[in-house]
């Protein structure tokens, strides 16, 4: 199975600044046959269930605003949020779909 | 627009069963595949149990096989999760979860979710 590990476990950054959240897989999540990168992720405020923000690891959904992006390869990756808006607080979780599915621990962003 | 409705959480003793439905609405139900996530109180998400968009595979995660049926009924674009021989540990928000329009390239994409149902395993 694949272990998905994020970093930090919570986050507090000023309104407008960037928030940068890690995550690493304990395998590459990348299927050579299509060259694609079988991760998401996802953006869960208090009381809300999940919602998709990006997936192929750098492929925002739509209606997703720009500030939120992905990156990386292999088995460590980013989501970045370039200005913080308060409605941006939340837990965000990483997920790896090449196989039997498995999530980060999540990581709380809250306003500094 | 997309809604995924689920029902049938509650609160029932170790050993017990029960039974989760999820209604859909807004899409072409018979088209995707479906999922079943989970939630602990306070705890990250699970994957639970997934189905085909014609009811031919289903998938379960380790910690339910033997114990879980997940199941459709395309005329009535309804999911199911029977749960049988509940444990403590079964505790958790269920939601079900549209897997991505990808269908086979991407299986374990979840692009919707409904609002979750509870389940409390308690003596």
């Known amino acids: 199975d694949i272990v998905m590990t994020q970093s930090p476990d919570s986050l507090a950054v000023s309104l407008g600044e960037r928030a940068t959240i890690n995550c690493k897989s304990s395998?590459?999540?990348?299927?050579?046959?299509?060259?694609?990168?079988?991760l998401a992720w996802y953006q869960q405020k208090p009381g809300q269930p999940p919602k998709l923000l990006i997936y192929?690891?750098?492929t925002r959904e739509s209606g997703v605003p720009d500030r939120f992006s992905g990156s990386g390869s292999g088995t460590d990756f980013t989501l970045t949020i370039s200005s913080l808006q308060a409605e941006d607080v939340a837990v965000y979780s990483c997920?790896?779909?090449?196989?039997?599915?498995?999530f980060g621990q999540g990581t709380k962003l809250e306003i500094k | 627009q997309v809604q995924l409705v689920e029902a049938g959480g509650g609160v029932v003793q170790p050993g017990g069963s029960l039974r989760l439905s999820c209604a859909a609405s807004?899409?072409?139900?018979?088209?995707?595949?479906m999922h079943w996530v989970r939630q602990a109180p306070g705890k990250g998400l699970e994957w639970v149990a997934f189905?085909?968009?014609?009811?031919?595979?289903?998938y379960y995660a380790d910690s339910v096989k033997g114990r879980f049926t997940i199941s459709r009924d395309n005329s009535k674009n309804t999911l199911y999760l029977q749960m049988n021989s509940l444990r403590a540990e079964d505790t958790a928000v269920y939601y079900c979860?549209?897997?991505?329009?990808?269908?086979?390239?991407?299986?374990?994409?979840?692009?919707?979710w409904g609002q979750g149902t509870l389940v409390s395993v308690s003596s």
């Open positions: 189905i085909r968009y014609d009811g031919t595979n289903k």
């Open positions: 192929w690891a750098s």
């Open positions: 395998q590459s999540v990348l299927y050579s046959s299509n060259n694609k990168t079988y």
């Open positions: 807004g899409f072409t139900f018979s088209s995707y595949g």
């Open positions: 979860a549209r897997g991505s329009g990808f269908g086979d390239l991407a299986t374990y994409l979840f692009d919707y």
């Open positions: 997920q790896q779909y090449y196989s039997t599915p498995s």
